[in-house]
């Protein structure tokens, strides 16, 4: 069941990359502080697709900063993504926050970069993207069915 949650949510990722380009919040916004950094205080899990999965959560964190700052019209779909991958895999409290905590790292490790759209943030987005459909194949691939 867990594998088949865990292909689904690589697929939520592979299937909007495609296109390229609102909301300006991070996932921190809405939570509490103490959500906001990958090592919460409560352990988290030790499953093994949890770090490429956090990883992943960081690139839409990125990617959603940065096509916002852009003003892509669209933009807000990387954090709709994220929702839907919380949602699908619908993790405990501990990997929650992790995931939750790795989007909100990676939007705001740009965020402290980037006050206004430059050529390098567009290429900074097309990286990312790239790397997050790789890296969500191989999320499927490995650990799907």
Same mark, same amino acid.
Request: hydrophobic share 45%; aromatic share 8%; net charge neutral.
């Given at each position: ?6 292909? *689904?949510?690589? *697929? +939520? ?11 300006? #919040? ?10 906001? *950094? ?11 697709? +949890? ?8 690139? +839409? ?11 892509? &019209?669209?933009?807000?779909?990387? %954090? ?15 990997? %929650? ?9 990676? /939007? %705001?490790?740009?965020?402290? &970069? /980037? ?11 097309? #990286? ?6 790789? +890296? ?5 691939? %490995? /650990?799907?069915?």
């Amino acid at each position: 069941m867990r594998r088949m949650m865990i292909a *689904a949510t690589a *697929a +939520l990722v592979v299937s909007f990359a495609g296109s390229v380009a609102g909301d300006h #919040r991070a996932l921190a916004q809405e939570s509490a502080p103490a959500e906001t *950094a990958p090592e919460a205080a409560a352990p988290r899990g030790e499953a093994a697709f +949890l770090k490429p999965l956090g990883r992943l959560a960081s690139i +839409l964190g990125s990617i959603h900063f940065l096509r916002t700052l852009c003003g892509d &019209t669209d933009a807000a779909i990387w %954090r709709q993504k994220m929702e839907e991958l919380l949602a699908e895999q619908a993790p405990g409290e501990a990997d %929650r926050r992790y995931l939750i905590g790795s989007f909100n790292n990676g /939007y %705001r490790a740009f965020e402290s &970069t /980037y006050r206004e759209c430059t050529p390098a943030a567009r290429v900074a987005v097309n #990286r990312y993207q790239g790397e997050g459909v790789t +890296l969500a194949r191989e999320i499927s691939a %490995r /650990y799907g069915n």
